[in-house]
């Protein structure tokens, strides 16, 4: 990390080279050497990769985690979204700031602490959880948060996550899986010495593994038109960027079996003729940033990636990119514009990223359990992977679990286990009587307790108008206050709507308008929620505006009565 006295120029010399897609790392550099982006700094930037001022500003304040006004010694980011909520991060929020003397966003008066009320940290399982920021060092988190002296002394404490369910083909451990425990990239080899890629991408399609980020798109069918589109080069992408409240596999995975993840792209790279990759990591995940980086040092070193792997013709790099607090930066084309420089905006679609991606150029973009997926099927084939789950929902998956549960954490499922026993067996029961269970994230739609038997596939869920999406599992008892979680989740995505397309823009605002007045409802809510909903659904460009009124209209659905119905 910088020291927070080394001078701009130092800290931009390693940059002098390169281009724009070198924006983030260089924001991160000075952010992090000293807490904020200074004018002076955008000057300095400017000059350095060739950017106008105004579009490095357009970044900037693109990202939660930049600031452009001096912060204090440590930022303390506090989330208060729906599973911190349920565990008093409200509270938790005003005595801190109670304790400094200071509103949410305002700097203490001897420049200690700046308290930020935050979105989702990708910490559900830990709740309450916060994150903190020193200037001239690191971003820690500080999971479960115990009181507000331990939180402002920035003492993090032990955090392991609950890992279970019915197999381990994905899960290891709750311990970090570095090379001389992991392996030399078994699947890897078998390809460079077995298979061409043709074979690779059949075994995938063999598989029926389809993406495990929420939209479910044959993943053999994605690598097969990466490698026949014409144009050169080809990239790869991992989108390690899962921000949606209630889903933190992804995490687990980066910070428990990075060379899983590692191997999972070289494999993909392999199969669709690329030689170069990018793997962009939420902001709000340090320490999965920091495993990355040891475990890319470690792979790098042993020859597993780089130059002529394993002393073959095949040669792949991969690049970790930082994100900076943006949910839309999720969406595949948004990440993109993300990697290169430029403020995360979804494009329109299409073309589509397998003839133009990263650059322009065909891509094939995949999450972090999609990729962890693969090295097993290359390794065991595609019959060995659907022995697990249904014919249309194929192989292991990954659930993350939070809320009224005696243990939330992250399971990995057979497709076709109930909703139930996992709730019952693997989780240890709901604490408290149930009142509801929100399947899919925070874009996702809600189950009542007489819903909890159905079978967890993306078949069986859809068949009852629900969705498995990402896999979040978010558990709610009788004391909650499902308007006070729809709140929550109106508040999120009007925060993270990037604002590009008109339907989103005005209708997250407006939806969270009506849904904070759930408790005093105006005469005709009801169908004002429904018209805005199913309005950003059919209008928006991109999924966070299709999907940003999920929630809200599965509520309505199953119960009317939290907003009038005249």
Not at 17 to 44: C, F, K, N
Not at 543 to 562: M, Y
Request: glycine letters at 10%; one cysteine or more; proline letters at 5%.
């Amino acid at each position: 990390m910088p020291d927070a006295t080394v001078t701009l120029d130092a800290l931009l010399a390693p940059y002098v080279e390169l281009q724009r897609d070198a924006l983030l790392p260089a924001l991160w550099e000075i952010q992090t050497a000293y807490g904020y982006i200074s004018p002076l700094a955008v000057r300095a930037i400017s000059r350095t990769l060739r950017i106008p001022e105004a579009e490095i500003y357009g970044v900037v304040s693109f990202y939660s985690m930049f600031h452009q006004e001096p912060t204090g010694q440590q930022v303390v980011h506090i989330c208060t979204d729906p599973a911190c909520g349920l565990k008093g991060a409200d509270d938790l929020l005003r005595a801190a700031c109670a304790r400094l003397g200071i509103q949410p966003g305002e700097t203490s008066p001897d420049g200690g602490h700046t308290i930020v009320r935050s979105s989702c940290l990708g910490l559900c399982e830990h709740a309450p959880a916060a994150q903190i920021s020193r200037r001239g060092a690191d971003v820690r988190s500080v999971a479960p948060v115990g009181d507000v002296d331990r939180l402002l002394a920035g003492d993090a404490g032990p955090r392991p996550t609950v890992i279970g369910g019915e197999v381990r083909v994905l899960l290891a451990g709750e311990q970090c899986q570095m090379l001389d425990e992991y392996g030399d990239y078994a699947a890897l080899r078998h390809a460079l010495q077995h298979l061409d890629p043709d074979r690779v991408i059949s075994e995938v399609e063999k598989s029926g593994l389809v993406g495990r980020g929420g939209a479910a798109f044959p993943t053999g069918q994605k690598w097969r038109f990466t490698r026949q589109a014409s144009e050169q080069p080809h990239y790869v992408v991992c989108n390690a960027d899962e921000s949606e409240p209630g889903t933190f596999k992804d995490r687990v995975l980066l910070e428990t079996r990075p060379h899983l993840v590692l191997e999972g792209m070289a494999l993909c790279a392999y199969a669709i003729g690329a030689s170069k990759g990018y793997l962009f990591v939420r902001g709000e995940y340090p320490e999965a940033y920091r495993t990355l980086q040891d475990a890319l040092a470690e792979a790098q070193a042993a020859n597993l990636l780089g130059k002529r792997i394993m002393g073959s013709e095949f040669s792949f790099d991969i690049e970790l990119r930082r994100s900076a607090g943006a949910y839309i930066c999720g969406e595949e084309t948004a990440l993109f514009e993300a990697i290169e420089g430029k403020r995360g905006y979804p494009r329109m679609k299409p073309p589509f990223p397998t003839s133009q991606g990263l650059f322009g150029k065909p891509t094939a973009i995949n999450n972090v359990e999609t990729l962890c997926a693969v090295t097993g099927i290359v390794r065991y084939g595609a019959d060995w992977f659907r022995q697990f789950g249904t014919e249309k929902s194929s192989g292991t998956k990954l659930v993350s679990v939070s809320g009224h549960v005696q243990r939330p954490g992250v399971y990995e499922i057979v497709p076709g286990l109930t909703l139930r026993r996992l709730l019952e067996e693997y989780c240890g029961g709901v604490t408290g009587t149930l009142q509801a269970v929100l399947m899919g994230g925070a874009a996702g739609t809600f189950l009542k307790p007489d819903e909890i038997d159905v079978r967890l596939t993306f078949e069986d869920l859809q068949a009852i108008g629900g969705t498995f999406g990402s896999g979040a599992v978010m558990v709610f008892n009788e004391t909650v206050d499902l308007r006070d979680v729809l709140r929550r989740l109106a508040r999120f995505f009007q925060h993270e709507s990037c604002g590009k397309c008109f339907p989103c823009q005005l209708g997250t605002q407006r939806q969270l308008e009506i849904v904070e007045r759930m408790d005093r409802p105006l005469s005709g809510d009801y169908e004002r929620l429904r018209d805005i909903g199913l309005t950003m659904s059919e209008a928006s460009l991109c999924g966070l505006g299709q999907t940003a009124a999920a929630a809200v209209l599965s509520a309505l659905r199953k119960w009317p009565e939290l907003v009038g119905t005249s």
